[in-house]
């Protein structure tokens, strides 16, 4: 009967193998006995990204599933130096993080929720990092602080960074002073090819054009004439104009008129109406207040001492790697 039952769970072990949404609880790598499956390193995106995480490096699944693995290698040597965090220092550190982001430990849960993330994944993490501080006063002695100028180099560092930039949207072509030139569209209508009516219209054209002296001046010179369409005003980029067409708009100058010319539909005039050049807004470039980057470099001490301890905790890890792509 045992031997029937064994059988039988093997079997639906397998079925469920197969179905969709079980592959992702597949176990990837074990650290010190400690399961880590898809699903955790899916959880652990999601969290990341939650907190404000944006760097594409640091969201690969393999970056994220070597985060994991440091997570139970600190938490490992926390308990075993016998300075883990209680339950209850970690429902502190959570309730601290609730009061950060303005709301309870319920509305907390609920963000979570909404993000699809539990708060199991949220606790391990602060776990993690409660251990890690632990074992840095306490085991390695480390007392993370910045030495004099550390806050100086970092603020000239951000504000080189920061005018690089600015210099390169300055120089980018999009952002230069673009004059923009207003043509007024004088259109005489020809039925038909008639080499004739069109030489009648391109005359009738060439009168008017004396005659306009300035855009307001365009509806009196074409009065009387037969079938005189005033188009659309155009406001055409300068630099995109034909050479030929801005040849023709600087000899005759500001408010006359160019043409006549051939266009499908008949004869056609272009008026010089104006011009005018738009700047792009200055930018509005804001350096980070001394207290920011004082805080910037204090994280950038941390995490080099935080690299260089958990090497050094890896080096007693048993980490086994099931999925080879997660491997370093």
Request: glycine letters at 6%; hydrophobic letters at 40%; aromatic letters at 6%.
């Amino acid at each position: 009967m045992k031997h029937i039952f064994a059988a039988l769970l093997a079997l639906f072990m397998l079925a469920l193998a197969g179905t969709p949404g079980f592959a992702q609880e597949a176990v990837v790598i074990t650290v010190n006995d400690h399961p880590i499956t898809g699903f955790d390193v899916d959880q652990r995106i999601k969290l990341m990204e939650f907190m404000g995480e944006k760097d594409p490096a640091k969201l690969t699944r393999k970056a994220v599933a070597s985060a994991l693995v440091d997570d139970y290698i600190k938490i490992d040597e926390a308990t075993l130096a016998k300075i883990n965090p209680t339950e209850k220092e970690i429902d502190d550190r959570l309730r601290q993080m609730a009061q950060g982001m303005k709301t309870d430990d319920a509305g907390l849960k609920s963000k979570l929720a909404s993000a699809g993330l539990t708060i199991t994944g949220l606790r391990q993490y602060a776990s993690a990092q409660m251990s890690l501080g632990r074992l840095l006063q306490a085991k390695y002695h480390e007392k993370v602080a910045l030495q004099p100028g550390d806050v100086d180099k970092k603020m000239a560092t951000i504000k080189s960074e920061i005018d690089a930039q600015v210099a390169k949207v300055k120089a980018d072509p999009r952002r230069q002073p673009v004059k923009v030139v207003s043509l007024q569209e004088v259109n005489f209508p020809v039925d038909g090819e008639d080499p004739q009516l069109l030489q009648s219209r391109a005359i009738e054209a060439g009168q008017a054009a004396q005659k306009i002296k300035s855009c307001d001046a365009i509806r009196p010179a074409v009065a009387g004439i037969f079938n005189v369409q005033i188009g659309k005003k155009i406001e055409a980029d300068g630099r995109k104009l034909p050479p030929k067409l801005v040849e023709q708009m600087n000899a005759r100058g500001l408010g006359h008129a160019i043409g006549p010319m051939r266009y499908p539909k008949g004869i056609q005039l272009l008026v010089y109406c104006g011009n005018r050049t738009i700047t792009p807004p200055p930018l509005n470039v804001q350096y980070p207040t001394r207290q920011q980057v004082e805080n910037a470099a204090l994280n950038d001490k941390y995490a080099a001492v935080e690299g260089k301890y958990t090497a050094l905790m890896r080096k007693n890890a048993i980490i086994e790697y099931k999925d080879p792509s997660y491997a370093p």
